[in-house]
């Protein structure tokens, strides 16, 4: 922290990255230009796989490339991570502003994910609109279910955030704990879900016996959402540990928010899933 | 080639790398970029004489610095790399369109490993229009909003310093990949260039071979696409990471005497130009990834039974009419914020300014189907499009009024940025008008798709939009490198900037009345019309891209010449407080001087442009 305290006289600055490697500097660190390179060597990856499919490159130079970078970029991520919210969490104090542009950072991020989800939704909407031909059996107790997890979930992760800021602890860490469990066993009944479809209903990408129109809209819809499912997990599963390793307080509870609002965000396009493509595909 | 031998020369070239960029680490005494110039001493102190330093040196700065300038200083250099390559692009089709027939592509196509001329003609097309959007119009536009938004709104840095990092350092993996089809068509037959053109229409952007051909299995489709399109989707993250940035920023990050109403006009563009970004970007990223879907897995997102190529049209022009204005409203903001310092006195109805800078921020997303008046769409839809796209006249004619009852009986200083200012309201009028007569359904029916369009955007794009970043760097050259440029150069630039815009725009847009259509390698099949004038105008329109050539080539040399070695600036430069008109970042860069100048000495004369 010293080249914090130094500056402190200096008109206010806050230098950004004081705790970072490389050490001893308050502006530089490396952890966004190793996970830049990590995140730009999935990208290699992917174009690695085409060329793979194109008979340009052997597999061997894919997989190599794909491992590497994303253990890169997991690397960037984790350094990042800690040196910016985990190390001496606690000597950093309360800041109500860098809360306030955290929670700014997460609404606007929520914002760019409407996008994200509509350009699928308005595919499926689009074919909708005419005949989608032949649709699966897709709305089940397997569903109802999941649903009611997910739902459930939205609930233990705000009353997790409600007992911290209340000040009780062990509930805080037992409701994170159960959010976690909930997602965890939503996302193996999308799994099931889908190993039902493919190996026993023969709904599949590629396969002839339903609508190809309805299951590219189906499997990118519901893949999107489990994708985002998986990411709040790791989130939740991260605050989690966080928790457990006694971080957080009544006064200290930025991530949780941010996580908690990202959760329900995922939740609500769950509930909208399920009205528009299990429920509404088969309705005439 | 075999696999074997790429794999070791690959790992050669790592090795050699890896040797280059120890070398640099090690050369701690190269010339070390500081804001003022002076103090050369291989570390970089902030706020000058201090006893530590925020940044390591040499080459390792740069690599991992998480300051707003220094990010702002990357986006910038990463940015002319790109126009460089747009630019060298654009220049080898207009050499090819000298003469109606195919012959310089023909003769630069077998050595870049491109099928035939028309193929490669495409390529550099598509490339073209790629990289001047993605990879030069937003990075550039990001170079000013990182230096300066920080320091207009009293922030220490950017909400999110790391973030924004990673979103600079995205950027050039994903130069890479878009440029990728040129970088492999000389080793792989089967690999090209992208031919897709920037807006990647299904099913030329899902099913075309290397040599232009419809592929009939995936292992016959040019991969180039599928790189460009990798490549792209990468760019959007990280123009979406900075708008999100952005936002937090002009959020949360204003110091305690900026409020909501002392917020400058430039921050309010970036502020508006992030909300388009944050809704815009993310949905072209899910149709690249639909794109690349439906050509390696077998989806039907654009496939004439599943959504068609009217479901991508839409979509893309949902993302791509904002993207309009997500480029031209901060050079705007540069306009509205340069302009009134050589005009002495404020902007006039700062607050119309604004409130038409929101009102085309939600119009925008209201007027994309104007893309699609050909394509037999739904005639109702289209005509409330088109009222739409006519009402979208309205805030930006606002605009320009404001811009000239500022110039109305003020003091107007002839320099340079002030210059380019009055071309920018100048070719913007004759942009924004041409395009008023295609939003009208009738017209559009007969000019779409010939060199009008092509016209009016680039009188837009080139005149408008680069003419404000001129003015931005040249305005801001003394507050980033505390030197002053070399004024006759900067007025040649100008100059030679000016005609060439309008000699090889102008020439474009009569074209399209003659009934050229746009895209084409050739025009020696043009058996009706007015071919000899057509003919007259290709040229005249060739001729001014090397005029504007010759006048990059001398923006490029001024800035790097007058880096190294132009005189050094006082703290305002432009004579501002004479008028009343000094504003936060010049403040900044005073307060930044008197520190250095402990350490550094007196500066020379003030040199300025007036
Ligand atoms: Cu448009």
Redo the contacts with the bound molecule.
Sequence with gaps: MTVAEESGDDHGHHLPAVEDWPRGFGEASWWPFVAALGAGGIYLGAALYVLVSRNIVSYGVFAGAAILSTLLFLVGLFGWLYHAFIVSFWERGADEHSAHKLRWGMVAFLGSEVATFSAGFVYYFFVRVGDVGEVPHLFGSLVIVNTALLVASSFTIHFAHTSLLKGNRKRFIGLLGATLVLGLVFIAGQVYEYYEFIVHEGFALGSGEFSQVFASGFYALTGLHGLHVSLGAVLIGIVFVRALRGQYSAERHVSVSTVSMYWHFVDIVWIFLVVVLYVGAPVA | MDISGQIVLTALMAVFLFGVVLFLARAADWRTYTPLAGAGSGIVSREGGYGHAEKPAGIFRWLTTVDHKDIGILYGVYAILAFAWGGIAVIIMRAELITPGIDVTQALASSMGVSNGQNLYNGLLTSHGITMLFLFGTPILAAFSNYLVPLLIDADDMAFPRINAIAFWMLPPGAVLIWAGFFIAPFVDSVAPSMASWTMYPPQSTAQTAQGGAASTISQLNAGTDLMLLGLHLTGVSATMGAINFIATIFAERGPDVGWDKLDIFSWTILTQSALILFSFPLLGSALVMLLLDRNFATTFFTTDGGGTILYQHLF?FF??PE?YILVLPPMGIISYVLPRFSGRKLFGFKFVVYSTLAIGVLSFG??A??MFSTGIDPRIRASFMAV?LAIAIPSAVKTFNWITTMWNGKIRLTTPMLFCIGFVGNFIIGGVTGVFLASIPVDLILHDTYYVVGHFHYVIMGAIAFAVFAGVYYWFPLVTGRMYQVTLAKAHFWLTMVGTNLTFFAMILMGYAGMPRRYATYNLITVGPIDFIQLLHVLATVGAFILLVAQIIWLWNMVQSYLEGPRVGPDPWNLEEDGVDSREWDWFEDRLDTALTDGGEPEDAETDA
């Design positions: 022009w791509g009419h309009v007027v994309w104007h893309h796209s």
